[in-house]
């Protein structure tokens, strides 16, 4: 990760899958420190209007998925209804 956000913080497993991809207009979030795949954009989010896109390119391990989608409800507001 480039600096914590929201869930999502230090470094995470990502293996199997892995899209090359360049990042123009959306923020890079996080991206790769190894081998191959150095400096390569692993997250992004692309913000239009009043929406956001995020990108993940690639499989991530379930630590990741976590923090992430925790992380993509606080920021759209979404939280766990109380019973």
């Known amino acids: 990760m480039k600096q914590d956000r929201g869930n999502l913080s230090g470094s995470y497993s990502c ?3 892995f899209d090359l991809i360049h990042s123009e207009d959306a923020e890079l979030i996080s ?3 190894s081998d191959f795949y150095k400096g390569m954009p692993v ?7 009043k929406g956001k896109a995020w990108y993940v390119s ?3 391990d379930g630590e990741f998925l976590t923090d992430f989608l925790s992380t993509v409800c606080d920021d ?3 939280h ?4």
């Open 15 to 17: 293996n199997l899958l």
């Open 31 to 33: 991206k790769d420190r």
């Open 43 to 49: 997250l992004t989010a692309n913000t239009f209007g």
């Open 58 to 60: 690639s499989s991530a």
């Open 76 to 78: 759209a507001g979404v």
């Open 80 to 83: 766990e209804k109380d019973n």
